[in-house]
């Protein structure tokens, strides 16, 4: 019956394609964006172990160590490697004068952990060359808009030379500011000097320990701070989370999503009702149960619901992809959870209005039909 | 039911039905005694607002009596439950409606289905039976159309179609020929006699219809809610 009705059938697939887009895409932006809080976390996969300063909290908000600290890591038993990581901000002076605000990451000068897993151009071991750094993909886009390569690019950094030689393929942060990786000594000269500029310790596990065990060892013995990796990169979830406005934001549109979908849904299911009830009641008056009808609305309208969710799932599917390409939107993924929440949010939809519509022809009357 | 017994299809008694108009109660029918006998062709005359709708939708079970009793085929059928009242009418009766009130997406044959498949009938089965129907009315060939693609007069016959695909014992209508012209008008009543009236099935028409008068095996007049004429004719002031 429902699908028969071209106008009122597009009206319920828009209405809920339209919700489900909406409240899906809201939800996958929302869990990325969010999760570009724990970027810094996820582009040293090879650390087991983040240890810092008590008052540290995330990769970006840090309070430096005093270097003995360094020594005292590695003294406890379990860690396998232990190497200083320095992050910083710094002011970038470009080509064409302007002011930039970069991150500086300086990496341990042997092994070079802590750089990002994957060069897009050059090689890791171009920092063994002076001056060098290593720009990563987000920062080539905002730093060079014209498309230059980057690659020999002299930068004035807090009044020291830096030259590009390669591009590192991360994860861009929450800020999508530009990273600058060097090594660790080079770092101390980008960084104007205060006495502790050591701001993580960078830890492996031995093989047989356990990152939990490790990290309760290590603050036991040194009274550091010592989170692991799925820690760490949770602290970066958590500060993003109660620190800025976008979980209430994004909130609202997904409740904005949910209350259109009622409403566009809700409007169309009672025309339908309306238009149909003189056939509702003949079909009563025939002897059809209300609950025949009932079940009969139900597996129509769920029918319609699987489309236009599957139609907006789609949509989101397509903006991610069509997104994929904007270093802003790199690495966008939809969580499994999200199309579930929408899935739920559809159904509830459907079952609400189509409950409320139904109560109309419950209650009518098969006697109205010889009126 | 041993067949041929049964005399009597409808019988009320004593059958009032007020309804509330703002403050003021009206009665429009006043305790009916009727006997509407099985084998026939019976219609139901009378001027506008006499309360002909009324009484033919508590004679087949879809509006409750203020007070009376009516029996269907020897069932009281208001003493039944709301289940089995909708049960009652699903076995025992066909409707027809006078603006059809087909359901606009699905076919002819699937529309006039709808009493066996809601019976529980396997639907390819029903559509058989449906087709073998609209064969009888002379629209098999039509059995594939959407009602809006179906002429008034085709729509009206699948309506028949599903009035009777299910043989019921009662047939009711409420004004079947007030939109055609008189010889299709006839025809139906016609086919309505062929297909639905026999030894035990009777048909009851509410009708205004005087160019029709003529088909009937019964004839009552109901004026202000009480039968005021009951024979083979109509009254001669008419
Ligand atoms: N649901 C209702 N509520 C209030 N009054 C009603 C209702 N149904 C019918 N009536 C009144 O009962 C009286 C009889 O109505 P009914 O429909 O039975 O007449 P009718 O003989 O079928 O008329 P018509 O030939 O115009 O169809 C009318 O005065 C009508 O206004
Ligand atoms: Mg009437």
Redesign the interface.
């Known amino acids: 019956m429902l699908t028969g009705d071209k106008q009122k059938f597009y009206g319920l697939l828009f209405g809920i394609a339209f919700s489900t887009l909406l409240i899906t895409q809201q939800l996958t932006i929302f869990v990325n964006l969010i999760e570009r809080g724990a970027s810094g976390v996820y582009n040293v996969p090879t650390a087991d172990v983040w240890v810092m300063d008590e008052v540290s909290r995330t990769t970006d908000v840090n309070f430096p160590m005093p270097a003995t600290a360094l020594d005292k890591v590695r003294g406890v038993a379990g860690v396998e490697w232990a190497v200083p990581h320095l992050r910083a901000n710094a002011s970038v002076r470009t080509q064409e004068g302007d002011l930039e605000g970069v991150g500086i990451v300086g990496v341990d000068d042997a092994t070079l952990i802590g750089l990002p897993k994957n060069m897009i151009e050059g090689d890791i071991n171009v920092l063994a060359q002076p001056d060098s750094v290593i720009i990563d993909d987000v920062g080539v886009t905002n730093l060079f808009e014209n498309g230059q390569s980057p690659i020999g690019e002299r930068l004035e950094l807090n009044d020291q030379r830096a030259v590009i030689r390669g591009i590192g393929d991360s994860i861009p942060s929450f800020t999508s500011q530009v990273v600058l990786y060097t090594k660790y000594s080079q770092a101390l000269r980008y960084v104007p000097g205060t006495r502790n500029r050591m701001t993580f310790v960078l830890v492996g596990a031995s093989d047989g320990v356990s990152p939990d065990e490790l990290t309760k060892r290590i603050s036991e013995q040194t009274g550091l701070r010592a989170r692991t990796r799925d820690e760490f990169a949770q602290d970066g979830v958590d500060f993003i989370i109660e620190n800025t406005g976008i979980p209430v934001n994004f909130g609202i549109t997904v409740v904005l999503g949910f209350i259109v979908g009622v409403a566009i849904v809700g409007l169309t299911f009672s025309l339908f009702i309306r238009d149909n009830i003189k056939q509702f009641g003949a079909l009563k008056a025939i002897g059809v149960t209300n609950r025949k009808i009932a079940g009969m609305v139900a597996v129509q309208a769920g029918m319609v619901g699987m489309i236009g969710y599957g139609l907006g799932v789609l949509g989101t599917v397509g903006f991610i992809s069509a997104f994929s390409g904007v270093p802003q939107f790199k690495g966008f993924y939809i969580p499994w959870q999200v199309p579930l929440v929408s899935f739920a949010a559809m159904v509830l939809i459907i079952a609400l209005t189509g409950w409320v519509a139904l109560r109309g022809v419950m209650k009518t009357e098969p006697a109205a039909v010889f009126r | 039911m041993s067949g041929g017994e049964i005399k009597t299809a409808i019988s009320t008694r004593g059958v009032t039905r007020d309804f509330q108009a703002g403050q003021e109660t009206i009665r429009v029918l006043h305790g009916i005694d009727l006997d509407v006998r099985a084998g026939e062709l019976t219609y139901l005359v009378g001027e506008s607002g006499s309360g002909k709708?009324t009484m033919?939708?508590i004679m087949?079970g879809?509006?409750w009596p203020t007070d009376g009793d009516v029996e269907v085929f020897g069932t009281d059928i208001y003493a039944l439950s709301d289940?089995e009242l909708?049960?009652?009418?699903?076995?025992n009766?066909g409707?027809i409606?006078?603006?059809y009130?087909?359901?606009?997406?699905?076919d002819a044959a699937s529309n006039a289905a709808?009493?066996l498949i809601?019976q529980g009938m396997d639907r390819l089965e029903a559509r058989k039976r449906a087709v073998a129907m609209l064969e009888k009315l002379n629209i098999a060939d039509q059995a594939d159309k959407?009602p809006n693609q179906l002429s008034g007069g085709q729509q009206q016959r699948v309506a028949i179609a599903?009035a009777l695909v299910h043989e019921p014992r009662l047939v009711v209508c409420?004004e079947p020929t007030a939109a055609l012209d008189a010889k299709s008008g006839r025809r139906v009543m016609d086919l309505l006699r062929e297909v639905g009236v026999a030894e035990d099935r009777s048909v009851i028409i509410v009708t205004h219809d005087n160019r029709i008068f003529d088909l009937a095996d019964r004839i009552l007049v109901l004026e202000d809610g009480r039968i005021t004429h009951d024979g083979t004719d109509m009254p001669d002031d008419h």
Do not use: Y
Not at chain 2, 86 to 91: D, G, I, M
Not at chain 2, 101 to 106: A, R, Y
């Open positions: 709708t033919i939708s087949c879809i509006l289940n909708v049960n009652f009418r699903l076995q009766i409707f409606f006078q603006q009130n087909l359901i606009p997406s699905i709808v009493p809601a959407l599903r409420d």
